[in-house]
């Protein structure tokens, strides 16, 4: 493929920086992904139950940025990079479906579909750029997810403590490698102009992200009364736990949510920004799976004895979350201070 032909897939200055209808669309698998999560978290609610739902959230985080960062710096409307979306929403929706038993007998598949989306990325990134200086982002991704590669599959084939240390290191790996830029022996490390990511266009993301979110939440929250017979002890455990999600999202649409796009518009630090505001919503997508764990053991037992691993999700997933959203909001006040507005920033995929 031409330079002029690679040129074509990359999104330009003029194009729109909106998110568009088929990142929303490859968006509707992590309403699986998350429920899938917040039940395994409720069947072994305990240190190790927490672990392997961090270390799976990881993975299908790290599939969703590195997935942003794709349909922000090339055109979604190309058919080449519309196949591509649409193959990592099945790899993705696959994940999800292995979710439950990942630590079990769907081990290797959900690793497997893991890799094949990472690997299979890149493959086609060096593909369809051929020719253009922005292949060697593939090559350097080929690199650094055929490296996690290994963790990830050894790990599949054991089983216990082994395949959490072994996907725990893959997931390390594979978020390091993102912060420093992904240096590979022969192609560098990703030069920060080739990251140019539009702040209104990785504002709408993260916002769709956590809308998604909180639709788990609510879905989880729904089927719970409905089990629950709509008992009185039900129903008012339901009333609460409806409350609690209305303030979790005005506090995000109306604090951190409002403030995104303009804090990123006007940052001092872009680099440092991005990370912040990536696991930022990282720990509060992680509140909001803890907290639906919370709200259905709620409804589900509004009356009698709480045990301490009850309590530390009921608790604990709203004070995940406003970790997350008050911390988010200082660090958007303290990287604003200039005047320059301009509508990028440098991100690490």
């Not at 031409?2 to 209808?21: H, M």
């Not at 089990?227 to 609460?240: C, D, K, N, T």
Request: glycine letters at 10%; a neutral charge; proline letters at 5%.
């Amino acid at each position: 493929m031409t330079t002029s032909r690679a040129d074509k897939l990359l999104r330009r200055a003029e194009d729109p920086q909106r998110e568009t209808f088929l990142e929303l669309f490859s968006d509707l698998v992590l309403v699986v992904a998350l429920a899938q999560l917040s039940r395994g978290l409720a069947e072994d609610l305990g240190w190790s139950g927490a672990f392997r739902t961090l270390v799976l959230l990881g993975a299908m985080w790290w599939v969703w940025s590195s997935t942003a960062w794709l349909t922000d710096r090339t055109d979604p409307q190309q058919p080449a990079i519309q196949a591509l979306v649409i193959a990592t929403m099945v790899g993705t929706l696959v994940m999800a479906a292995a979710v439950p038993e990942a630590f079990g007998d769907t081990g290797l598949i959900f690793a497997g579909a893991y890799v094949a989306i990472q690997l299979g990325r890149g493959l086609v990134l060096v593909a369809v750029l051929r020719g253009h200086e922005l292949q060697r982002i593939g090559v350097r991704g080929l690199f650094w997810y055929g490296l996690s590669a290994l963790p990830w599959i050894a790990g599949a084939l054991v089983h216990g403590t082994a395949r959490g240390a072994l996907w725990a290191l893959a997931v390390v790996l594979d978020h390091t490698a993102g912060r420093i830029g992904f240096p590979t022996p022969g192609a560098g490390r990703t030069p920060g102009q080739d990251l140019v990511i539009s702040g209104e266009h990785i504002s709408e993301r993260h916002r769709q992200l956590f809308i998604i979110a909180l639709g788990e939440l609510i879905l989880v929250t729904g089927l719970a009364l409905s089990s629950s017979g709509f008992a009185p002890g039900g129903a008012a455990a339901f009333a609460v736990s409806i409350a609690t999600t209305v303030l979790l999202w005005r506090i995000y649409i109306y604090r951190a949510g409002q403030v995104l796009a303009e804090a990123v518009a006007v940052s001092a630090d872009p680099v440092r920004l991005a990370r912040s505001v990536s696991y930022a919503h990282l720990t509060m997508v992680a509140g909001v799976v803890a907290a639906a764990v919370g709200d259905e053991l709620v409804i589900a037992h509004p009356l009698g004895h709480t045990p301490p691993a009850w309590i530390a999700v009921i608790l604990g997933g709203p004070a995940l979350y406003l970790a997350g959203a008050p911390a988010s909001r200082t660090r958007y006040s303290a990287a604003c201070p200039g005047p320059d507005r301009s509508a990028s920033l440098r991100w690490p995929p």
